[in-house]
C-alpha cells in the first residue's frame, strides 16, 4: 500500500513527497534507491512518509542519484533546518524515535530526563539557557508545552517499557527552587509505581564511573535498529551507527549493575525529597 503524503506539512514532508516523486519517475523501488544511496530501503520509506528525517549525507546522497536537480535535496535539507518548530531540526529524529519506541532505556548524570520532568522543572532548565534571548528561545512557554508533549507516549493504553538510571547528584542539584525540587521528586516517586517504568539511582559512593561523560538515551522498535540520543554541550546527537549502540547499551548495562536496586531508589528518591526540600 501507498501511503499518502501532505506535501505541504512541512519542508521535510515536502522532502519525502519530491523523493518519492522523483524516484518513481526514475523507476526505482525504495530498496534500490536505498542501495545507491548506501541506506537501507525501509530507511527510503521512512523518508519518504516524514516517518524519520533526512540527514545531510543523505541528501547529498540524493543530489548525486538526481544530478539533474541541480541540488535539489541539499536546498530543502537547508530549507528544513530553519523551518521553526517546537523541536529544532536536529532533536527531530529523537522525537520521532522515541514516539515509535517499545522500549527506552536513559542515562542521566546532570538533570531530570525531559519524560520524566515537571512543567516547573521544565521551565526552570529552558529557561536557564544562554542563548534564551534569541528568536529559538523567546517562547518559552512553546518549549514547554512540547518537552511536556513528548510525555504523552507514557499515557499510551500500552506505553513503552521505561528503564531510566540517573546519578544521585540529580536528586541534590537545586532546578528553579526547593519546592520545584521537592514537587520533582514526588513527581518521580509517582512513576515509579507505573508497572512500565523503572527509575534507579546511582548512588553517590559509586564515586567516578563511565557515566559521567555524557547523557544518553537508546530506543528500541521492533523490526528497526536501535537508535541513540548522545548529549554534548551543544546539540545533541542522534545516532544508529551499530558500533555507537553498541558501546552505549554496554555503558548503560554497566551503570545498571552499580545502581541501586528499584525499591532502594525509590527509597532515596523520597528521603532527598522530603530531608532536603521539603520547606
Not at 541534590?172 to 516517586?189: D, I, N, Y
Not at 564511573?209 to 541513540?228: C, E, K, Q, R, Y
Request: a negative charge.
Amino acid at each position: 500500500m501507498t501511503r499518502d503524503l501532505d506535501a505541504t506539512r512541512s519542508p521535510i514532508a515536502f522532502f519525502g513527497a519530491e523523493l518519492r516523486r522523483v524516484r518513481t519517475a526514475a523507476g526505482m523501488s525504495q530498496d534500490q534507491l536505498g542501495r545507491d544511496l548506501r541506506f537501507s530501503g525501509d530507511l527510503v520509506g521512512k523518508v519518504e512518509t516524514c516517518q524519520r528525517a533526512p540527514t545531510p549525507d543523505f541528501a547529498a546522497g540524493c543530489d548525486q542519484v538526481f544530478p539533474h536537480l541541480d541540488g535539489l535535496f541539499t536546498r530543502l535539507m537547508e530549507l528544513a533546518r530553519r523551518w521553526n518548530g517546537p523541536h529544532p531540526q536536529w532533536f527531530r529524529d529523537w522525537v520521532d524515535a522515541e514516539r515509535e519506541a517499545t522500549s527506552l532505556r536513559t542515562w542521566q548524570p546532570m538533570l531530570v530526563p525531559g519524560l520524566l520532568q515537571t512543567r516547573d522543572y521544565a521551565r526552570a532548565i529552558l529557561g536557564a539557557n544562554p542563548d534564551s534571548d534569541d528568536d529559538a528561545y523567546d517562547d518559552i512557554d512553546g518549549h514547554v508545552a512540547a518537552r511536556l508533549g513528548r510525555q504523552a507516549i507514557l499515557d499510551r493504553p500500552r506505553p513503552p517499557v521505561l528503564w531510566v538510571v540517573l546519578d544521585e547528584s540529580v536528586l541534590h542539584r537545586c532546578v528553579g527552587s526547593p519546592k520545584v525540587m521537592h514537587e520533582q521528586l514526588l513527581h518521580f516517586a509517582n512513576l515509579a509505581d507505573r508497572p512500565r517504568i523503572t527509575i534507579q539511582v546511582v548512588p553517590a559512593r559509586v564515586g567516578v564511573h563511565a557515566g559521567l561523560l555524557g547523557g544518553f538515551a537508546i530506543a528500541s522498535a521492533p523490526g528497526t535498529p536501535d537508535i541513540v540520543y548522545l548529549e554534548t554541550s551543544a546539540d545533541g546527537l542522534v545516532a544508529e551507527k551499530p558500533s555507537v549502540v553498541v558501546q552505549v547499551t554496554l555503558r548503560f548495562d554497566t551503570l545498571r549493575a552499580v545502581a541501586l536496586p528499584k525499591d532502594d531508589s525509590l527509597n532515596l528518591i523520597l528521603k532527598v525529597a522530603e530531608e532536603r526540600w521539603l520547606e
